[in-house]
């Protein structure tokens, strides 16, 4: 472990933990709150269910239901609401804000299960640093008595090991404030119940004024974790079998809460028809769609939905175009100076894959090769409004090289093929400028991977394989830079 890496304290966790809270979770993102995946769809039987409550004024309903990692059961529940006069505008405001905080304390749970799991790893941690520390201090006492070789190894890991302690005493000041958070809204939730039985006992605006503080407190804390390093992928999840062997499927991260259209496209060449479906539901079981007619046919299956626009590559050019659904019409198109097209730099499955385009965390990219580099990965930041470059790095990774791409946090990583055995084995890190290969199992379950594409709003990896459309989660391992030391 080197000098720079000990300056920042690591936590784990997984992005399907706190998408409760910051987005859709990925059962709830294929519809399993209302349909079961089976065993046949190459979904996960027996692991999740979800039944829609049929009338939540009546009685407690079941919302949802899942096993967490550690096998126990998490259950949502809709509580029955209070017969009170609806027509009462105060008191409908109250409701809501009860309802708000409820939603608040299952983001809480969540949050505080985890914190507490990964505490009693780290403080674990803390007895084996506190034991090697008095082991050290031994060795230094009775030195003479050691061979010289066994007390500098052992001398080399103390140091190594040294600054992890004010990284655990850091870590247990996040789990106190979890505690304060759970203990905030379990007293705001009291007060909001008693209130709505006694109306005017307290101030309907110091009430949404303290929620308010604390949802945005609860964000930040949450926002602490929003980005990370790839650690693991899950098993796939199949959605659908439909098109052709080579095609691409998406939905926008951009798109305001409750759009959850799926935008499909079909081939990777001589096509210039986009199919809408108004939710993945839709998509997963009927074939109603509105088909969008594009000016120029796209090249590739690197195209990608943001913002209510499609940004994709034109047919045997170098233009990428940004084309408008609103208003169906080009909003802007540019060309990417220098890079290859028309089959000159693909990935190593070919179908004019020159230039891949990507969204993360942090906005809209561009990976594409250029003669310049030797025929290696460009990686560029766009502007999504005037698709100008904003920074460009460059790889020293073979872009024919690569089966597949995808960003995560800044971070391209590449997978080693496209059919059989695949592994993501490769990452380059935009943010450091420095790169290292990795060993990531990746399970290739139809055998021919033509688009892999990672959504930020959903954590979750969307794929074309072999004519089957699915979706993978991801594991991340967050990292919260301390001060310098």
Same mark, same amino acid.
Request: aromatic share 10%; hydrophobic share 35%; proline share 3%.
């Given at each position: 472990?080197?000098?720079?890496?000990?300056?920042?304290?690591?936590?784990?966790?997984?992005?399907?933990?706190?998408?409760?809270?910051?987005?859709?979770?990925?059962?709830?993102?294929? *519809?399993?709150?209302?349909?079961?995946?089976?065993?046949?769809?190459?979904?996960?039987?027996?692991?999740?269910?979800?039944?829609?409550?049929? $009338?939540?004024?009546?009685?407690?309903?079941?919302?949802?239901?899942?096993?967490?990692?550690?096998?126990?059961?998490?259950?949502?529940?809709?509580?029955?609401?209070?017969?009170?006069?609806?027509?009462?505008?105060?008191?409908?405001?109250?409701?809501?804000?009860?309802?708000?905080?409820?939603?608040?304390?299952?983001?809480?749970?969540?949050?505080?299960?985890?914190?507490?799991?990964? @505490?009693?790893?780290?403080?674990?941690?803390?007895?084996? @640093?506190?034991?090697?520390?008095?082991?050290?201090?031994?060795?230094?006492?009775?030195?003479?008595?050691?061979?010289?070789?066994?007390?500098?190894?052992?001398?080399?890991?103390?140091?190594?090991?040294?600054?992890?302690?004010?990284?655990?005493?850091?870590?247990?000041?996040?789990?106190?404030?979890? &505690?304060?958070?759970?203990?905030?809204?379990?007293?705001?939730?009291?007060?909001?119940?008693?209130?709505?039985?006694?109306?005017?006992?307290?101030?309907?605006?110091?009430?949404?004024?303290?929620?308010? $503080?604390?949802?945005?407190? &609860?964000?930040?804390?949450?926002?602490?974790?929003?980005?990370?390093?790839?650690?693991?992928?899950?098993?796939?999840?199949?959605?659908?079998?439909?098109?052709?062997?080579?095609?691409?499927?998406?939905?926008?991260?951009?798109?305001?809460?409750?759009?959850?259209?799926?935008?499909?496209?079909? *081939?990777?060449?001589?096509?210039?028809?986009?199919?809408?479906?108004?939710?993945?539901?839709?998509?997963?079981?009927?074939?109603?769609?509105?088909?969008?007619?594009?000016?120029?046919?796209?090249?590739?299956?690197?195209?990608?939905?943001?913002?209510?626009?499609? =940004?994709?590559?034109?047919?045997?050019?170098?233009?990428?175009?940004?084309?408008?659904?609103?208003?169906?019409?080009?909003?802007?198109?540019?060309?990417?100076?220098?890079?290859?097209?028309?089959?000159?730099?693909?990935?190593?499955?070919?179908?004019?894959?020159?230039?891949?385009?990507?969204?993360?965390?942090?906005? &809209?990219?561009?990976?594409?090769?250029?003669?310049?580099?030797?025929?290696?990965?460009?990686?560029?930041? &766009?502007?999504?409004?005037?698709?100008?470059?904003?920074?460009?790095?460059?790889?020293?990774?073979?872009?024919?090289?690569?089966?597949?791409?995808?960003?995560?946090?800044?971070?391209?990583?590449?997978? $080693?093929?496209?059919?059989?055995?695949?592994?993501? =084995?490769?990452?380059?890190?935009?943010?450091?400028?420095?790169?290292?290969?990795?060993?990531?199992?990746?399970?290739?379950?139809?055998?021919?991977?033509?688009?892999?594409?990672?959504?930020?709003?959903?954590?979750?990896?969307?794929?074309?394989?072999?004519?089957?459309?699915?979706?993978?989660?991801?594991?991340?391992?967050?990292?919260?830079?301390?001060?310098?030391?």
């Amino acid at each position: 472990m080197s000098v720079p890496l000990l300056k920042i304290g690591v936590v784990l966790s997984t992005m399907a933990m706190i998408t409760n809270w910051m987005s859709q979770t990925l059962p709830s993102l294929v *519809g399993l709150n209302t349909t079961r995946l089976t065993a046949a769809q190459g979904g996960y039987p027996d692991r999740s269910t979800g039944v829609l409550p049929a $009338n939540p004024e009546e009685s407690w309903q079941v919302y949802s239901s899942a096993q967490d990692s550690e096998g126990r059961c998490v259950c949502t529940v809709v509580a029955p609401q209070q017969s009170m006069c609806s027509r009462d505008a105060r008191t409908k405001q109250l409701r809501q804000l009860l309802e708000k905080v409820q939603n608040m304390t299952q983001s809480i749970q969540v949050l505080d299960q985890r914190t507490q799991r990964d @505490l009693q790893y780290v403080e674990k941690m803390e007895v084996q @640093l506190r034991g090697l520390e008095t082991k050290f201090r031994q060795v230094e006492e009775n030195h003479k008595q050691n061979i010289a070789k066994q007390y500098k190894a052992i001398k080399a890991k103390m140091e190594e090991l040294r600054p992890l302690i004010p990284v655990l005493e850091e870590y247990k000041a996040d789990a106190k404030l979890v &505690l304060q958070f759970k203990e905030e809204v379990q007293n705001l939730t009291s007060v909001l119940s008693e209130l709505q039985e006694e109306m005017g006992a307290y101030d309907y605006e110091e009430l949404h004024n303290r929620v308010s $503080n604390l949802e945005e407190r &609860l964000r930040a804390c949450m926002q602490k974790l929003a980005c990370g390093k790839l650690t693991g992928i899950s098993d796939p999840i199949t959605i659908k079998t439909s098109g052709s062997r080579f095609g691409s499927w998406m939905t926008d991260p951009l798109a305001p809460e409750g759009d959850t259209r799926v935008w499909y496209m079909d *081939g990777y060449h001589n096509n210039r028809f986009v199919r809408e479906y108004k939710s993945m539901h839709d998509f997963m079981t009927a074939d109603n769609f509105t088909s969008h007619r594009l000016p120029h046919p796209w090249s590739g299956t690197g195209q990608v939905v943001y913002n209510g626009s499609i =940004y994709f590559n034109k047919f045997q050019s170098h233009v990428i175009i940004k084309f408008d659904f609103r208003t169906s019409s080009i909003s802007k198109s540019r060309q990417l100076d220098y890079a290859g097209f028309n089959n000159a730099y693909h990935y190593a499955w070919g179908g004019h894959s020159d230039i891949d385009l990507m969204v993360d965390e942090g906005g &809209l990219w561009a990976v594409y090769a250029t003669n310049q580099n030797a025929g290696n990965i460009v990686i560029s930041k &766009l502007n999504p409004n005037t698709l100008q470059i904003i920074k460009s790095w460059t790889t020293n990774h073979p872009k024919r090289s690569a089966g597949e791409s995808f960003m995560i946090c800044g971070t391209l990583y590449v997978t $080693n093929g496209y059919s059989g055995g695949t592994k993501v =084995y490769y990452a380059y890190s935009t943010n450091s400028s420095t790169y290292e290969y990795i060993d990531i199992a990746f399970q290739n379950k139809y055998s021919h991977i033509s688009m892999l594409d990672y959504n930020p709003r959903d954590r979750a990896l969307y794929a074309w394989n072999n004519g089957h459309q699915v979706l993978y989660n991801v594991t991340l391992f967050h990292v919260i830079r301390s001060e310098e030391l």
